[in-house]
């Protein structure tokens, strides 16, 4: 355990660096699974992140908890961050299907961005899971109980979703509310892409 008593993260940064860490491991073990089983990787690439002091702390004082360690780690549920890329649909459910079997890793929610996307035209899935660790957790339960957000998206979802987040945390940008139209009239193609793209593969498979 760290030993940084000052962050919000109350010395946990390093555990949960860890648990991050033994997450991508069960991810990079079904990709090499599933590779070998069908010569298809449905993983285009992975990335973790622990959620900025900063950003644990805005949070904190948005959802009206007190700005503590134990509301960074118990209430606050995307400490850890992993986003999953695919290059397909099928890809993204497939994925979703195989953390649900992960073992040490409890699914405690979901919300399916892709079929009921957000109004301003944002896609993706999210998991939020809880994941036993050896580590000692921050109410002294040993195995420890670590909270991750997992996103998994398509190649396009993820474009969609960088260019929409530098609008966001972008200060005095002109001509915003045409930019926002222009993004949802994107989501919309792009989401249709990846249908077509979908169908696309499926019958190149079918007919091979």
Same mark, same amino acid.
């Given at each position: ?20 860490? %033994? +997450?991508?491991? #069960? ?9 070998? !089983? ?8 992975? &990335?973790?992140? $622990? #959620? ?6 805005? !949070?904190?004082?948005? !959802?009206? +908890?007190?700005?503590?360690?134990? &509301? ?16 397909? +649909? ?14 040490? =890793? ?7 961005? $892709?079929?009921? &996307? ?5 896609? %993706? ?16 339960? #040993? ?18 979703? %960088? ?28 989401? &249709?892409?990846? =249908?077509?793209?979908?169908? $696309? ?8």
């Amino acid at each position: 355990m760290d030993v940084n008593s000052d962050s919000i993260y109350g010395g946990y940064a390093g555990s949960l660096e860890m648990v991050a860490k %033994s +997450l991508l491991d #069960k991810i990079e073990f079904l990709r090499k699974a599933e590779v070998e !089983k069908t010569g298809h990787d449905t993983v285009e690439f992975v &990335s973790t992140r $622990i #959620k900025s002091e900063e950003s644990m702390r805005e !949070k904190c004082e948005r !959802k009206g +908890l007190p700005v503590t360690p134990l &509301s960074a780690l118990t209430e606050i549920h995307d400490a850890i961050g992993v986003r999953i890329v695919c290059g397909f +649909l099928d890809d993204v459910y497939a994925n979703v299907k195989h953390i649900r079997d992960f073992g040490g =890793v409890e699914v405690i929610n979901e919300k399916d961005y $892709i079929r009921h &996307s957000k109004p301003n035209g944002y896609r %993706s899935y999210h998991m939020i899971v809880r994941v036993e660790s050896p580590i000692t957790d921050i109410l002294g339960n #040993k195995p420890g109980k670590f909270y991750a957000e997992i996103q998994l998206r398509t190649i396009a979802m993820d474009s969609w979703a %960088s260019l929409e987040h530098q609008l966001k945390y972008k200060k005095n940008v002109k001509n915003q509310a045409l930019i926002v139209s222009e993004l949802k009239r994107c989501a919309d193609e792009m989401a &249709s892409t990846d =249908v077509s793209m979908q169908t $696309i593969r499926d019958l190149i498979q079918e007919n091979s």
